[in-house]
């Protein structure tokens, strides 16, 4: 018994008996060569051919797998290429920041209205929307959109609009704000979080061409793969703060008593059962909460190529923003 395909052909022999054969026999035979199970081949045509030869359902399905290995392997000879030398390819981005050393921007997760942070020595700051609705002019500020923009943060944001033209740039934390600024009109230079958690140079091109000009790196990366990165995007890596390690619905603060924006009043945090302590930041707009990670983390932007380094401020004073920013390695 043979099947052909282009050259391919699969034999097997099995002891003639000469035996009747009706409808049945080759329906059943058809049946089975067939099924391709879970491969990525179909059959669109079977000829049968037999006489006085009943084949057992073993030696189809012999048959079967033989050829769809066959068919395999000649798919796999046919895309591969005849120049198997290896290619190094030259990255111009890597040259041309290799001397050049980043610029320090400060992040505040929490704004302080105690803190003149204009006489702090940084490049450019990020201030959470909300704090720059009651007219704040912040030098060189770029605007952060909130994590979850539910119905209450769109009609803030629509209802004050001007905010957002009014700044540097603007940084989204999830592809959605890209088609919110779209829509509302507002062309600024687009900076994208950590939390979009840009991890290889195909999803840093595709930041690219969403209009992106600039990316924060994942914090899930080490330094030989932050060296992948290949476009001419700006690079930030955050090399001081803690993260977020949630946002919640569920605001432990509010709904320890009556809320009586008590989240305005002082700092909160939460403690585990190994006394592990974790600050906690709410949002009076929509009642969410950011829960942080214990540590800060703390690591050294040498020899990483950043256009910027990224200082991320909770409740750190003023003393303690400047040391942390004259201690950064380069």
Known sequence: M??????????SSIKYEKLPVNKLDKDRILCQIKKTGNTFFCMKQV?????????????????????????????????????????????????QFQEKKPKVNLYLQKFDSQID??????????????????GKEIRDC????????????QKLIEENKQVLESVKA????????????????????IVADDSLNITNDLSEKVLQDLGVKRFTISPELDKKEIQHFCTDMEKELVVYGRSCLMTSKYCPIGKNGDCKKACQKGNYELQDRKDFVFPVVADMVNCHAKIFHSKALQQSAKGLQMDFVRVD??????EEIEKIISRINF
């Open 313 to 318: 401020i909770l409740h750190e004073t003023k």
């Open 2 to 11: 043979e099947v052909y395909n282009r050259g391919i052909d699969i034999k």
């Open 47 to 95: 000829d049968i051919e037999v006489e006085h030869l009943r084949v057992p359902v073993s030696t189809l399905n012999h048959l079967r797998r033989d050829a769809l290995e066959k068919f395999e392997k000649a798919l796999e000879n046919s895309i591969l290429r005849e120049n198997s030398k290896e290619v190094v390819l030259e990255n111009p981005v890597k040259q």
């Open 170 to 189: 603007i940084q989204i934390t999830h592809l959605s704000q890209i088609e919110m600024l779209e829509r509302m009109k507002i062309d600024k230079k």
């Open 142 to 153: 770029i605007a952060v959109l909130p994590t979850i923009v539910d119905e209450r943060y």
């Open 117 to 134: 942070y204009s006489t702090l020595n940084y490049h450019e700051i990020y201030v959470p929307f909300k704090d720059l609705i009651d």
